[in-house]
Antibody
């Protein structure tokens, strides 16, 4: 059974950093891309970023709203993807979801999602 | 801000058919990028409902169907059931933004 579990969420002050982890199981993690999404309280879904599998260079893509502040990495030996979030502001408050990505970046889609991790940015 | 526009809400009685529209532009749906749909039940993570415009993952009832034409896409739910009450989102790639975009979301209410 494919499973993705986010961890590392919590309360953080504006300007500080936080790292989320996404632990995968039930499939060969290294064969897939991983994407992160977020959903602010009572709002819709927003794509945050994406990391390709090592077979496709392991390169990353980011939404304009987080580019330069957030970074995604992966450790295939542990089946974990990370979302490093720096210079957080109150607009980053949201539930963050990781997902397994099926197919290529442009035409692909998240076929399995984690349960989400709440990040609250507040002083 | 969402690049894909959906009607905020639709409702129907059990057994009825409802449709949800997703309107984009020439840089996303109109450029030929695939549209995917997600169902988000209250308090839960989104789940893939339709991929590649009109394909259902295994386990998704055939009451759900998708279509795409021009700069728009649609999700149809036939034989509406109480458990279909949820938020629904469309998603595609946008070449102008160089990233993926979601629709504004549609809340489906079963009367």
């Amino acid at each position: 059974e494919v499973q993705l579990v986010e961890s590392g969420g919590g309360l953080v002050k504006p300007g500080r950093s936080l790292r989320l982890s996404c632990t995968a199981s039930g499939f060969t993690f290294g064969d897939y891309g991983v994407s992160w999404f977020r959903q602010a309280p009572g709002k819709g879904l927003e794509w945050v970023g994406f990391i390709r599998s090592k077979a496709y260079g392991g390169t990353t893509e980011y939404a304009a709203s987080v580019k330069g502040r957030f970074s995604i990495s992966r450790d295939d030996s542990k089946s974990i993807a990370y979302l490093q979030m720096n210079s957080l502001n109150t607009e980053d408050t949201a539930v963050y979801y990781c997902s397994r990505w099926y197919y290529d970046f442009w035409s692909g889609y998240p076929d399995y999602w984690g349960q989400g991790a709440l990040v609250t940015v507040s002083s | 801000q969402s690049v894909l526009t959906q009607s905020p809400s639709v409702s129907g009685a059990p057994g009825q058919r409802v449709t949800i529209s997703c309107t984009g532009s020439s840089s996303n749906i109109g450029a030929g990028y695939d549209v995917h749909w997600y169902q988000q039940l209250p308090g839960t993570a989104p789940q893939l409902l339709i991929y590649g415009n009109n394909n259902r993952p295994s386990g998704v009832p055939d009451r759900f169907s998708g279509s795409k034409s021009g700069t728009s896409a649609s999700l149809a739910i036939s034989g509406l059931q109480a458990e279909d009450e949820a938020d629904y989102y469309c998603q595609s790639y946008d070449s102008s933004l160089s990233g993926h975009v979601f629709g504004t979301g549609t809340k489906v209410t079963v009367l």
